[in-house]
């Protein structure tokens, strides 16, 4: 009878506690990810029910346009290793993805065509693909020059 390799059953065991490990740490992300998420659609939801609007959305549009230029410098921030991977997840895809949303510019421009609000709808689509693409690239630049 053999005696069983003992190098055989550490690589198991070094490789079970790093599948473990990963395991872990991709709880934790989602849980980041989740607890920002959280915070994002509680602060959206806050900005909806102070800021009203008639006829054009400029809750939407506020936090849409905010929540650019924050993922600028988030993103700046990360590609930077100025702050982890797991802060980015959390403040980008948790806090500022739940904060800022498509789908309610995309409703409220239906629903301001389908009130015959032609022009509304065309200014707010315009702002949008505008305003927030520009304030990522200036969060991105401000973040540059106060954190790099």
Known sequence: MSTPNVSFFVKIRVGLKTK?????????????VALGGGIGASLRYAISSWI???SFPIATISVNILG???????ALSVSHSL?????????????????????AFSV????????????????YIILTFTLCPI??????????????
Do not use: R
Not at 83 to 96: D, K, Q
Not at 108 to 123: F, H, K, P, Y
């Open 135 to 148: 304030l990522a690239w200036l969060g991105w630049v401000v973040g540059t020059k106060l954190l790099v």
């Open 68 to 74: 650019s230029f924050i993922l600028g410098v988030v």
């Open 108 to 123: 409220e421009t239906i629903e301001m065509l389908q009130d015959g609000n032609v022009s509304s709808a065309s200014i």
């Open 83 to 103: 702050i982890s991977t797991e802060l980015a997840l959390f403040l980008g895809v948790g806090i500022i993805g739940s904060f800022t949303t498509m789908s």
């Open 52 to 54: 009203t609007y008639d």
């Open 20 to 32: 473990i490990t990963q395991h872990q740490s991709m709880l934790q992300q989602f849980a980041l």
